[in-house]
């Protein structure tokens, strides 16, 4: 069928052309003309069209070869970028093993770059600050300390020394002379006695009003399990205190970071740092506030900057904070726990512990928990 159709086609094309050249030798022969020169006319509009037909191939020809050279020359470029990558990551690879397993190499490698890497950070900060003006949303990122915290990252040859005879929390209250009998043991504690204000949801309401500015650029961003509570404005408007009934959302959970210092200085002129937070230390910018209902679930507190952690108690319930031995000092080690109050704070570090924030069996409150580290 299809050959019979390309026949008749064809047919039909030089019956078109024979009838065009008659039409044509009839009007040559009325303006007079020879049979030479009609034969000449025919023959030269045949060689005019037959020019622009190997100038349309040729012109295809060379769109075609150029687009062939084109993609050969993208091929031939990706595949040496994807080489040099590929070789880079072998190399890092092994460079990596080496100084992770050859304990020599790696101490000498430390002793010469050790007074490059912080020049070189903060040198790639400041590069990288033009990036904020541009792209303000990358703020966040450029204050965090670590972007992505590795998972299989552990402490080396750590001694479990300060968790291997811990059975409960030391309540240490009205301890004296903090910093020379006990920093830097590590043994959790809690103190009962080093609060002089309350860390209330009202009174974090207050404190938005009072630097609503500063807290909406500098820390805007918050998690919650409400699907209509996800923006600060929404969960410190003072106008809205039906939002957070407790007997309406028991199991709400939500948490605020602050990374940033104009938002933590804000904070800290409220809540300031516990007495047993020595003077000479530096104490993180970073802050985490929680706000629990009754029966919220258990979540994990987070790694901060620092191990040296505490956690102080607010609102009007009470958490269970459970204190899990690291995965280094699992075997030495046996968990422990205790309910914090309002205004109690708790201690511990987190090279030793993981800890986790749990419900209270009859707690009927909400509770605040404000976190932070030092050095």
Same mark, same amino acid.
Request: glycine content about 4%.
């Given at each position: 069928?299809?050959?019979?159709?390309?026949?008749?086609?064809?047919?039909?094309?030089?019956?078109?052309?024979?009838?065009?050249?008659?039409?044509?030798?009839?009007?040559?022969?009325?303006?007079?003309?020879?049979? !030479?020169?009609?034969?000449?006319?025919?023959?030269?509009?045949?060689?005019?069209?037959?020019?622009?037909?190997?100038?349309?191939?040729?012109?295809?020809?060379?769109?075609?070869?150029?687009?062939?050279?084109? /993609?050969?020359?993208?091929? *031939?470029? *990706?595949?040496?970028?994807?080489?040099?990558? $590929?070789?880079?990551?072998?190399?890092?690879?092994?460079? +990596?093993?080496?100084?992770?397993?050859? @304990?020599?190499?790696?101490?000498? %490698?430390?002793?010469?770059?050790?007074? +490059?890497?912080y020049p070189f950070m903060?040198?790639?900060?400041?590069?990288?600050?033009?990036?904020?003006?541009? +792209?303000?949303?990358?703020?966040?990122w450029h204050e965090e300390?670590?972007?992505?915290?590795?998972?299989?990252?552990?402490?080396?040859?750590l001694d479990c020394w300060?968790?291997?005879?811990?059975?409960? %929390?030391?309540?240490?209250?009205?301890?004296? @002379?903090?910093?020379?009998?006990?920093?830097?043991? #590590?043994?959790?504690?809690?103190?009962?006695?080093?609060?002089?204000?309350?860390?209330?949801?009202?009174?974090?309401?207050?404190?938005?009003?009072?630097?609503?500015?500063?807290?909406?650029?500098?820390?805007?961003?918050?998690?919650?399990?409400?699907?209509?509570? @996800?923006?600060?404005?929404?969960?410190?408007?003072?106008?809205?205190?039906?939002?957070?009934?407790?007997?309406?959302?028991?199991?709400?959970?939500?948490?605020?970071?602050?990374?940033?210092?104009? !938002?933590?200085?804000?904070?800290?002129?409220?809540?300031?740092?516990? /007495?047993?937070?020595? @003077?000479?230390?530096?104490?993180?910018?970073?802050?985490?506030?929680?706000?629990?209902?009754?029966?919220?679930?258990?979540?994990?507190?987070?790694?901060?900057?620092?191990?040296?952690? $505490?956690?102080?108690?607010? #609102?009007?319930?009470?958490?269970?904070?459970?204190?899990?031995?690291? *995965?280094?000092? *699992?075997?030495?080690?046996?968990?422990?726990?205790? %309910?914090?109050?309002?205004?109690?704070?708790?201690? /511990?570090?987190?090279?030793?512990?993981?800890?986790?924030?749990?419900?209270?069996? #009859?707690?009927?409150?909400?509770?605040?928990?404000?976190?932070?580290?030092?050095?």
């Amino acid at each position: 069928m299809a050959v019979n159709e390309k026949f008749s086609k064809r047919k039909l094309t030089a019956k078109v052309f024979e009838d065009d050249v008659q039409a044509l030798t009839s009007k040559a022969e009325d303006w007079n003309l020879t049979d !030479a020169q009609i034969n000449e006319i025919i023959e030269e509009s045949l060689r005019i069209l037959e020019n622009e037909t190997n100038a349309n191939v040729d012109s295809t020809s060379r769109t075609y070869r150029f687009i062939r050279r084109f /993609y050969s020359l993208i091929t *031939s470029f *990706s595949m040496q970028i994807f080489n040099l990558l $590929w070789w880079a990551f072998i190399t890092a690879s092994i460079l +990596y093993c080496i100084l992770a397993c050859h @304990n020599p190499t790696q101490k000498l %490698v430390t002793r010469h770059i050790q007074d +490059y890497i912080y020049p070189f950070m903060r040198t790639f900060r400041l590069m990288t600050l033009p990036l904020l003006k541009f +792209y303000p949303s990358l703020v966040d990122w450029h204050e965090e300390q670590c972007l992505v915290r590795n998972p299989f990252y552990k402490v080396q040859n750590l001694d479990c020394w300060p968790c291997e005879q811990v059975r409960s %929390v030391l309540d240490l209250s009205g301890l004296k @002379n903090f910093t020379e009998y006990y920093h830097h043991s #590590g043994i959790p504690f809690v103190v009962k006695d080093a609060v002089d204000t309350e860390c209330t949801l009202e009174r974090l309401q207050g404190l938005f009003v009072e630097n609503r500015d500063v807290f909406l650029r500098d820390a805007p961003s918050i998690y919650s399990t409400l699907p209509w509570l @996800n923006d600060l404005a929404t969960l410190l408007d003072p106008n809205s205190p039906s939002a957070f009934n407790v007997s309406q959302y028991p199991e709400m959970h939500v948490a605020w970071k602050i990374n940033r210092i104009s !938002a933590a200085r804000a904070l800290r002129e409220a809540f300031p740092r516990p /007495y047993f937070v020595p @003077n000479g230390t530096e104490v993180a910018i970073q802050r985490f506030i929680f706000i629990n209902g009754a029966e919220s679930p258990s979540h994990a507190l987070p790694m901060t900057d620092f191990a040296n952690v $505490w956690v102080l108690a607010g #609102g009007d319930g009470e958490r269970l904070i459970s204190l899990w031995p690291a *995965s280094q000092c *699992s075997h030495a080690c046996t968990p422990t726990s205790i %309910v914090l109050q309002p205004g109690h704070i708790l201690f /511990y570090n987190w090279q030793f512990w993981r800890p986790r924030s749990l419900p209270v069996h #009859g707690s009927k409150g909400m509770s605040v928990l404000l976190l932070g580290s030092f050095y």
